[in-house]
Nanobody, 125 residues
């Protein structure tokens, strides 16, 4: 069983920055893909960004140019640098891990097997 633990959430002002981290207790697959998803109250879970084992990212249109996803395979860790945050970015952010994925599949929640408990991000105007 793989456990994912997120950290780095918090409250910031409009235009601020945060860096989320996710650490996995192990590598569930030989070529594990990882992603960030978010869910705001009353809304469906939506993709933020995904990254394949080789470090190739894919971003949701809403965060392109503002967020950067990265990973450290040696540490089984995933990161999300969030800049120019907006109130509409307010949500619970979840880390996910799954089998090898490419392209747009990195942004499909049902492709992921393991999920963290989430970390709250709140952006005030």
């Amino acid at each position: 069983q793989v456990v994912l633990v997120e950290s780095g959430g918090g409250s910031v002002q409009d235009g601020g920055s945060l860096r989320l981290s996710c650490t996995a207790s192990g590598a569930p697959y030989p070529d594990t893909s990882m992603g960030w998803f978010r869910q705001a109250p009353g809304k469906d879970r939506e993709a933020v960004a995904g990254i394949d084992y080789d470090g190739i990212p894919n971003y949701a249109d809403s965060v392109k140019g503002r967020f950067t996803i990265s990973r450290d395979n040696a540490k089984n860790s995933l990161y999300l640098q969030m800049n120019s945050l907006k109130p509409e970015d307010t949500a619970m952010y979840y880390c996910a891990a799954g089998p090898r994925l490419d392209g747009w599949l990195l942004l499909v929640a049902t492709q992921y097997t393991y999920w963290g408990q989430g970390t709250q991000v709140t952006v005030s105007s």
